[in-house]
């Protein structure tokens, strides 16, 4: 579910906002709708400023979400201060982000040398420093919207450009393709003969639909997301502001995937052979094969997938050497070093020499000592989880991966699809992988059963160090709202 959450937060400001204005002063308002369902407001600012001698241009974002998931509300902000040179580059942005109980904030900041932009991530407990590399040809947000204002597209024309998603800490090339004047329904039930533009981004899986009038201001944007779709309008300050009175849509249970048949005792199986039909070819690309999920065939929209239970044997639990250090360390939301994470890590294992018996030891412990499963928390890091003992499947899966961390066992999450027992369906899910005698193992802390059966179906994985780890999710958003899944067969332990 984490991985629709940061969709909303990945792309809900359209591309295109304000138009030009002599004193390069801009005040917008805009809602987001799931459906029929306002779901949160969006804030753009943008005033020049002088910094020694030269005028920037301050950008100023604001978002504010408030979601039902499984009956539970949750509540995200995201805040972002970018601020960019004459020439449009971006040269320093502030972002903050309100996901749980306690705030994470990312700043960026262009080297001295012009070719680094430097990156600082601030999580509780933990800061981490990293360099992504650079160029003079990335934007800030508003130079797109000023290009696009002063040179508005014709149909059949497209635009590229480069700019910085700080929600992915990265930089992505977004072009925007010119389709057709068509008449658009807007909020209120208006219609408006608009320019209708699909907007696409190398490192976000989807495809925006943008309706832009004669001033290059986008009025309407839509995306699709999860099977519902995603739009943004701009409105007055006053619409934004006001209190919806539509019902609620909870992504919970509108992103769950139903099954042709039920499994018993899934997570106790020794295998499950599934179908997964696509949409299209795209949808299927992102599954992975490992060494406990193998894929048994393929074609151009379907994948037989047979899931299998997988434990590493007695004569080959150590520790590989060749592991890479990153999914060892600490990092900003896997703080391994934290004190209580790592008092409780090794209190729990003692000096028990067998990697594969600590693991399950502490899989055992997050599910029993996790006392509140929440689904109002939108992505707490370990070090949050340690004191809170809140949240789902992601603060399990964070915790387990820094407990095992904290004792020498190089761990990550995996995100995919669970089977779900009372309701004999798959949601989307985040669990743990650790590394003994050189091969990943799935673990989960959600169920604390020394590893896991064939109800597992895994998407990505990623040691969700630095300026890399929210680019863990992007795999999934290949699939969420397109895939269908058949049971073909089941192998139970004897």
């Known amino acids: 579910m984490r991985f629709l959450l940061a969709l909303i937060l990945l792309a809900p400001t359209p591309l295109l906002a304000a ?11 805009d809602v987001a709708y799931i459906g029929p369902v306002k779901v949160g407001t969006l804030h753009t600012i943008v005033d020049r400023r002088d910094a020694g001698g030269q005028m920037i241009v301050h950008v100023r974002q ?3 979400l408030s979601i039902k998931r499984f009956s539970d509300r949750m509540k995200l902000s995201m805040k972002t201060d970018s601020y960019e040179l004459p020439d449009g580059q971006l040269y320093a942005f502030d972002m903050v982000t309100q996901m749980a109980t306690q705030a994470q904030r990312t700043q960026g900041r262009l080297g001295d040398g012009g070719d680094q932009f430097q990156l600082t991530i601030q999580t509780p407990g933990k800061n981490e420093t990293v360099s992504i590399p650079w160029s003079k040809e990335v934007l800030g947000p508003y130079a797109p919207q000023r290009l696009l204002a002063e040179n508005p597209l014709e149909p059949g024309e497209e635009l590229s450009f480069k700019t910085f998603l700080p929600e992915l800490n990265a930089v992505t090339t977004t072009t ?55 739009t943004v309008y701009r409105v007055s300050r006053a619409e934004a502001l006001e209190t919806p009175t539509t019902g609620d849509v909870d992504l919970g249970y509108e992103t769950l995937v139903k099954l042709d048949k039920k499994v018993q005792r899934a997570h106790d199986t020794k295998s499950i052979t599934y179908r997964l039909l696509g949409d299209d070819a795209d949808t299927l690309t992102s599954i992975p094969e490992t060494d406990a999920q193998k894929v048994l065939g393929r074609d151009e929209k379907s994948v037989r997938l047979k899931v299998s239970r997988q434990v590493p044997p007695k004569d080959q639990r150590t520790i590989d050497d060749s592991v890479a250090t990153e999914y060892l360390e600490a990092n900003a939301f896997i703080q391994s070093d934290n004190p209580e994470i790592a ?37 707490a890091t370990a ?55 050189g091969k990943w193992y799935a673990v989960d802390g959600t169920l604390g059963r020394g590893g896991i059966g064939g109800g597992h179906i895994k998407l990505a994985d990623g040691s969700l160090k630095g300026s890399s780890a929210m680019q863990t999710f992007m795999p999934i958003f290949n699939v969420i709202g397109k895939l269908k899944v058949q049971i073909e067969d089941v192998e139970q332990v004897q």
Not at 187 to 214: C, F, H, Y
């Open 19 to 29: 138009e030009t204005r002599p004193a390069g002063i801009a005040d917008e308002w």
């Open 62 to 64: 604001s978002v504010d």
């Open 176 to 230: 925007l393709k010119a389709k057709r004047r068509e008449e658009t329904t807007m909020l209120d039930g208006s219609k408006q003969e608009l320019l209708l533009i699909e907007a696409t981004q190398d490192k976000v899986p989807a495809t925006m639909t943008m309706w832009v009038n004669d001033k290059g201001q986008a009025l309407k944007t839509t995306m699709p997301m999860g099977g519902l779709a995603l």
């Open 343 to 379: 008092r409780i890590a090794k209190d729990l294992v003692g000096n028990q020499p067998d990697p594969w018996k600590k693991v399950t030891r502490l899989e055992e412990w997050v599910d029993k000592n996790m006392t509140n499963v929440a689904f109002n928390i939108g992505f």
């Open 383 to 437: 070090a949050e989880v340690i004191q809170t003992r809140n949240g789902d499947c992601t603060e399990h899966a964070v915790l387990l991966a820094a407990l095992c961390r904290a004792v020498g066992v190089p761990a990550r999450v995996a995100m995919g699809l669970v089977y779900l027992e009372r309701t004999h369906v798959l949601g989307y899910h985040m669990w743990t992988e650790v590394n003994i005698g």
